[in-house]
Nanobody, 122 residues
Framework: QVQLVESGGGLVQAGGSLRLSCAAS????????MAWFRQAPGKEREFVAA????????IYSDSVKGRFTISRDNTKNTLSLQMNSLKPEDTAVYYCAADQYYSNDPRDYDYWGQGTQVTVSS
């Protein structure tokens, strides 16, 4: 079991930056692949970025590539998402997720945080 708690969301102007964090507790954080997803009102949950347990492999959605950076610190049981050059279309609730398998499909993830709201004004 892994418990996940996101933080760092807020309101920012277009072009600005935010850094999201996900604190994990429970067993074997370092053995899990981790990911960020987001969900805007009326839309399906969307993949943002994922990282393998070691940090050696990372994937991004095309919509955030070059603007967002995912990272993890297995010594502190934390996952981060640095978001730069934010756009209004990035507005969503952002969720971190964990699973034994590295994937961009939300159906593959067993553990989820409660989400943190990110709002980007134009």
């Amino acid at each position: 079991q892994v418990q996940l708690v996101e933080s760092g969301g807020g309101l920012v102007q277009a072009g600005g930056s935010l850094r999201l964090s996900c604190a994990a507790s429970g067993r074997s954080f370092s053995s899990y692949a981790m990911a960020w997803f987001r969900q805007a009102p009326g839309k399906e949950r969307e993949f943002v970025a994922a990282v393998t347990w070691s940090g050696g492999n990372i994937i991004y959605s095309d919509s955030v590539k070059g603007r967002f950076t995912i990272s993890r610190d297995n010594t502190k049981n934390t996952l981060s998402l640095q978001m730069n050059s934010l756009k209004p279309e990035d507005t969503a609730v952002y969720y971190c997720a964990a699973d034994q398998y590295y994937s961009n499909d939300p159906r593959d993830y067993d553990y989820w945080g409660q989400g943190t709201q990110v709002t980007v004004s134009s």
